[in-house]
């Protein structure tokens, strides 16, 4: 069992929907949760970070994490074609800050 | 504040011969990480640096890839003799970890650009 599952998608919605990128884990230890957006071509950059469970709200984006059961959110409001990339959640126990990384979810938003 | 660089950005080498990605992190960064990135997949740690020490390298192939981080700031990561299915991004990635007294005991780490690699 890999230690995070994500949906690889492709996810494809018309600009101004609400997306929704899911991930589980299975590791009860995992304290932080990452979000990361990839661009084609790019690194991955960090779009949101939360410390243990609840919810963490930025701008389009609000990060939600359910550690009782094991699953982490990530939503994006009126989703603009520039949100297309693929996105990655990161999760860490905190011991020597080692990152699991899902597989990525490719999101696709038309215009 | 400039990112983490990487170079090169691509490389295209045949299988059996050898090559080399440098890294330089964000400044100040204590924690210097490389992953491999197969297409479709999620980022892998290969190695992790704390200044110029090795704490974990568990996933590195160690009969073909090396790394080094010399004086605790920038690293080269090498592979010798490459095989097909070296073929991916391999990105760097820099931390602040460990953390100050009294601040949370993970950091976010930040990645470079990736370098993508093809073995023929």
């Known amino acids: 069992q890999k230690e995070v599952e994500q949906d690889p998608g492709p996810l494809s919605v018309p600009e101004g929907a609400i997306v929704s990128l899911n991930c589980t884990y299975s590791?009860?230890?995992?304290?932080?949760f990452m979000w990361y957006r990839q661009y084609s071509r790019k690194g991955p950059e960090l779009l949101m970070y939360?410390?243990?469970?609840g919810n963490k709200e930025d701008g389009r984006f609000t990060a939600q994490v359910d550690k009782s059961s094991k699953y982490i959110s990530l939503f994006i409001r009126d989703s603009q074609p520039s949100d297309s990339a693929t996105y990655l959640c990161?999760?860490?126990?905190?011991?020597?800050?080692?990152?699991?990384f899902g597989s990525g979810t490719k999101l696709n938003v038309k215009p | 504040e400039a990112g983490v660089a990487q170079s090169p950005r691509y490389k295209i080498i045949e299988k059996r011969q050898s090559v080399a990605f440098w890294c330089n992190p964000i400044s100040g960064h204590a924690t210097l990480y490389w992953y491999q990135q197969i297409l479709g997949q999620g980022p892998k740690l290969l190695i992790q640096?704390?200044?110029?020490?090795?704490?974990?390298d568990s996933q590195l192939p160690k009969d073909r890839f090396s790394a080094e981080r010399l004086k605790g700031v920038d690293s080269t990561l090498k592979i010798q003799p490459a095989k097909l299915e070296d073929s991916a991004v391999y990105l760097c990635?820099?931390?602040?970890?460990?953390?100050?007294?009294?601040?949370?005991?993970?950091?976010?780490?930040?990645f470079g650009p990736g370098t993508r690699l093809t073995v023929l």
């Open positions: 990161a999760m860490s126990a905190g011991n020597f800050n080692k990152f699991y």
């Open positions: 939360t410390y243990s469970s």
């Open positions: 590791n009860s230890a995992f304290q932080y």
């Open positions: 990635a820099s931390s602040t970890y460990p953390p100050r007294a009294g601040g949370l005991s993970t950091d976010t780490q930040y």
């Open positions: 640096f704390q200044n110029n020490g090795v704490v974990d």
